[in-house]
């Protein structure tokens, strides 16, 4: 047999055995990729799903928040409002509404924890400072009030104010 030819067959086997290595490695990663798209479809699923729950049950508390805008009868808005608050709790306005309800009632201080509760679900929303600065000038609390104004005042400088 010629030198030069066990020469070749020895590179072709070492090729051979280093694309047989590659094509191995590309199947692990391959693999490996597949189950991390897997997880990751897995998790779109679960987000999905969670998120279609969410909006189905702000829609349904949203229209108990917008039926008690109808409402005379703080009593009755207060009772819409908190069966809002039953089905979705960080519902958008719920709490502000609530608490203009109990200033209806001059229960200002339910009134005040309700616009604390709107903060607490939107921080950077200036109604829930404007609407607690109304509520500390309603019980006289002047102090209070202009500290939430100057809170309203710094999320939005066109907030305006009606008191």
């Known amino acids: ?97 609530m608490g203009y309800a109990y200033i209806d009632k001059k229960d200002y201080q339910k009134a005040i924890e309700c616009f604390h509760k709107a903060i607490q679900y939107r921080p950077k929303d200036p109604a829930g400072y404007s609407d607690l600065a109304y509520a500390y000038h309603l019980i006289g609390n002047k102090e209070l009030s202009e500290e939430y104004k100057q809170k309203a005042l710094e999320l939005d400088p066109q907030t305006e104010f009606w008191f």
């Open 1 to 97: 047999m010629c030198p030069a030819w066990s020469l070749t067959n020895a590179t072709i086997s070492l090729l051979s055995a280093i694309a047989a290595f590659v094509g191995v490695l590309f199947l692990i990663f391959a693999y490996v990729e597949y189950k991390k798209l897997k997880g990751l479809e897995d998790k779109i699923e679960e987000w999905f799903n969670k998120t279609k729950k969410d909006m189905e049950l702000t829609q349904k508390a949203t229209h108990k928040i917008i039926a008690s805008y109808f409402v005379e009868d703080p009593n009755l808005k207060i009772k819409l409002l908190k069966e809002a608050e039953k089905i979705y709790p960080q519902a958008y306005n719920l709490y502000n509404s």
